[in-house]
C-alpha cells in the first residue's frame, strides 16, 4: 500500500515537471522568436512582390528560412513610429501657438477701438462710430448716433468761435431770404444775387423754413415754443432774413430772423444739420428796440462826400431808426468849418443832438480816428458800427448789425455789396440815376467787396479788450485787417456774411506817388477791380475790334 502510494504520488510531480518544462519551452519560444513581417504593424506601407508578402518573399529567396538582414528590426520599428506621430503633434502645436499670436493682436486691435471711442464720446470729439461688434443692440446704435451727432455740434462753430491763422480761414456766411441767396464765390458764371432755382438748395432751404416755422408755431415748451399769451401764428411772411454756412467735415448752420410781437422784437431760431437730421440749437427773443449803435467815421477833407453821407443817415438813422448816435473824428482844420455846418444843419432840421465832433490835429490815419472815437464813448457798453463816407446802408442793415454782434461771444463783419462806375455802367454821365435807383445787387452793377475789412459791428468791450486798431499804421489800409486778424485768434465768434442792405458807392480812386510799393500795387488793384465788371473791361480793351466789326457788318452787302 506504501509502495503503489509512493509511486501514484512519484508519477504526479513528474506529470508537474513535465508540464512545467512545457510550458516554459512555449514561453520562450513566444518571447524570443522575431515577429511574422506580416503581422508588423507597418508592413502594409511595403511593396508587395509577386502577390507575396515580404516576409514569404524573402523565405522563399533566402536559405534555411531564416529572415531577411534588410528588414528593420521590431525596435527600432516602434521608434520610427513614435517620431513620425511627434513630428505630427510638433506641427499641430506650432499652428495653434500662431492662431493664438493672431487672435491676441485682434483682441488688442479691438480694446484700443473701443478704448478710443469712450475716449471720443467723453470729450464730445472724434471720428463717427462705426456699426460692428461695438455697436451693441438697436437701442445701443441709436445711443451712439446720438452721441455722434453731438459730438459733431459740439466741434462745429455754433457758439463759440475757433482760432484761425489768418483772414483767409474763415468760412464766410451765405444770406438769403424767401426768395434770393447772395453768395460770395461767384467766379465769373454765377451771379451775387440768385434765385436758389437748383433743386437741392431750394428744397434745403424750403425745409429749413418749414422746420423753424413748425417750431415757432409749436405749443410753449421749455425750449422757446409759442407761448399760450401770444396769440400771433408765425408765416412764411415773418421770415426777414438769414444766414448759412458748411463746415464740410461737420455740417451746416442756419440762423433764422423772424419778425417778433412788437416793432422791434425778433425771433430767432439757430438750426444745425449735422450731415443728418436738423437738431435746433437755440430759440431766443431777441429785443433790439434797447440796442444803441454808435457809428464812428473818420474823415479828412471830402466836405462834399460827408454832405451826402449825411442825407443817407438822416433818412435812415433819424427818420427811421432813431436809436443811432454819430461819432466824427475830423484830423486838421480845412474844410472842419463845412463839417460842422452840414451837422448842424442835421441837428436842426431832423431834430436830431445825438452827435459828436471830435478834432485832431495830426496827420490822417484811418485806424487812429477810429480807435480815438471808440473809445471816447464814456456810457455803457455800446455797439460800434465803423463806417465811411462813401458808404450807404438802409435801415434793415442797422438791425442785422444788432442781431449780429454780441458782446463777449461774437463780432459781424459784414461783406459789402461794391458800386462799380456808374458812368461806365448807365452809358454816360446824363443818365445816371439817382443813388437809391443805383442800389442794385447784379452782376454788371457791382461785387461783393470781400477783400474789405473796414466796415465792422463790435462791441466796444471786446473792441478794447483785443487792443484795438494799430495806431502805427497811417493813411487808408492795413488797419482794418489788423483788427481783424486779431479777433480771429479769439474765442470770439467772427459772423462773415455778405449783406443785401450795405453799399459801397463808387468814387474815383487817386493812387498817390508817396505810396510804398506794395501798397500803390493793393490801390491799382483796388482801382481796377471798382471800376466795372469783367465783361464790362473786355468791351473797353477791345472797343477798336468791336466797333471795326460793326462797320463791316454795315457795309457789307445783302445777299439777294
Known amino acids: 500500500m506504501l509502495r503503489r502510494g509512493l509511486l501514484f504520488w512519484v508519477s504526479r510531480v513528474g506529470g508537474l515537471l513535465v508540464l512545467l518544462c512545457s510550458s516554459l519551452s512555449l514561453l520562450y ?21 509577386g502577390g507575396l508578402s515580404p516576409v514569404k518573399a524573402a523565405g522563399a529567396a533566402g536559405t534555411g528560412g531564416a529572415p531577411q538582414s534588410g528588414g528593420p528590426p521590431g525596435g527600432q520599428s516602434y521608434q520610427m513610429l513614435l517620431q513620425e506621430r511627434e513630428e505630427q503633434h ?103 444775387v440768385e434765385k436758389p432755382l437748383r433743386r437741392d438748395k431750394k ?14 408755431n409749436a405749443p410753449a415748451s421749455r425750449d422757446g415754443g409759442r407761448s399760450a399769451a401770444t396769440s400771433k401764428v408765425f408765416s412764411p411772411s415773418d421770415f426777414i432774413e438769414g444766414i448759412t454756412r458748411t463746415e464740410k467735415d461737420k455740417g451746416t448752420l442756419y440762423d433764422l430772423i423772424f419778425v417778433g410781437d412788437s416793432a422791434h422784437e425778433f425771433r430767432r431760431l439757430v438750426l444745425f444739420r449735422p450731415f443728418g437730421p436738423l437738431m435746433e440749437v437755440k430759440s431766443e427773443r431777441l429785443d433790439a428796440g434797447a440796442v444803441l449803435i454808435n457809428v464812428v467815421v473818420a474823415l479828412s477833407g471830402r466836405s462834399d462826400k460827408f454832405k451826402q453821407f449825411m442825407l443817407n443817415f438822416r433818412d435812415v438813422c433819424v427818420r427811421q431808426d432813431g436809436r443811432v448816435h454819430l461819432t466824427v473824428v475830423y484830423f486838421g482844420k480845412e474844410q472842419l468849418d463845412e463839417v460842422r455846418g452840414t451837422l448842424e444843419n442835421t441837428s436842426r432840421e431832423a431834430n436830431f443832438r445825438n452827435y459828436t465832433l ?75 440815376p439817382p443813388v437809391e435807383q443805383q442800389l442794385v445787387i447784379k452782376k454788371d452793377f457791382g461785387f461783393w467787396r470781400d477783400f474789405g475789412f473796414g466796415m ?63 501798397k500803390y500795387r493793393m490801390c491799382m488793384q483796388s482801382k481796377a477791380m471798382n471800376e466795372a465788371s469783367h465783361g464790362q473791361l473786355g468791351k473797353m480793351l477791345f472797343k477798336k475790334e468791336i466797333d471795326a466789326h460793326q462797320r463791316k457788318k454795315q457795309h457789307k452787302p445783302k445777299k439777294t
Open 29 to 49: 519560444l513566444m518571447t524570443c522568436n522575431p515577429p511574422r513581417s506580416d503581422d508588423h504593424p507597418l508592413s502594409h506601407f511595403m511593396p508587395s512582390m
Open 358 to 432: 471830435l478834432q485832431l490835429d495830426e496827420e490822417f490815419s484811418r485806424g487812429r480816428g477810429l480807435d480815438f472815437g471808440a473809445r471816447f464813448w464814456k456810457g455803457s457798453d455800446v455797439l460800434l458800427f465803423f463806417c465811411d463816407v462813401d458808404i450807404h446802408f438802409t435801415a434793415d442793415f442797422l438791425n442785422t448789425c444788432r442781431l449780429n454782434a454780441e458782446p463777449g461771444k461774437k463780432v459781424f463783419y459784414p461783406v459789402l455789396f461794391s458800386q462799380y462806375n456808374p458812368t461806365l455802367i448807365y452809358g454816360g454821365p446824363e443818365h445816371i
Open 456 to 518: 465792422t459791428c463790435q462791441y466796444q468791450s471786446d473792441f478794447i479788450k483785443v487792443g484795438g486798431f494799430d495806431l502805427n499804421i497811417k493813411g487808408w489800409g492795413g488797419e482794418d485787417v489788423h483788427l481783424y486778424r486779431k479777433y480771429l485768434r479769439t474765442d470770439l465768434l467772427v459772423v462773415r456774411a455778405p449783406t443785401r442792405g450795405l453799399f459801397h458807392l463808387w468814387h474815383e480812386k487817386h493812387c498817390a506817388d508817396e505810396l510804398p510799393p506794395d
Open 90 to 192: 510638433q506641427l499641430y502645436i506650432s499652428q495653434l501657438k500662431k492662431e493664438i499670436a493672431q487672435l491676441k493682436e485682434d483682441l488688442q486691435e479691438r480694446s484700443q477701438q473701443l478704448k478710443g471711442v469712450q475716449e471720443s464720446l467723453k470729450r464730445g470729439t472724434g471720428p463717427p462710430l462705426e456699426p460692428g461688434p461695438l455697436g451693441g443692440g438697436p437701442n445701443s446704435q441709436q445711443e451712439d448716433l446720438q452721441n455722434f451727432l453731438e459730438s459733431q455740434l459740439s466741434r462745429a462753430e455754433v457758439n463759440v468761435g475757433s482760432r484761425l491763422t489768418n483772414e483767409y480761414t474763415v468760412i464766410p456766411f451765405q444770406s438769403f431770404t424767401q426768395t434770393k441767396v447772395y453768395q460770395l464765390e461767384t467766379g465769373l458764371t454765377r451771379h451775387p
Open 203 to 216: 428744397g434745403e432751404l424750403g425745409e429749413v423754413l418749414e422746420v423753424a416755422l413748425r417750431h415757432l
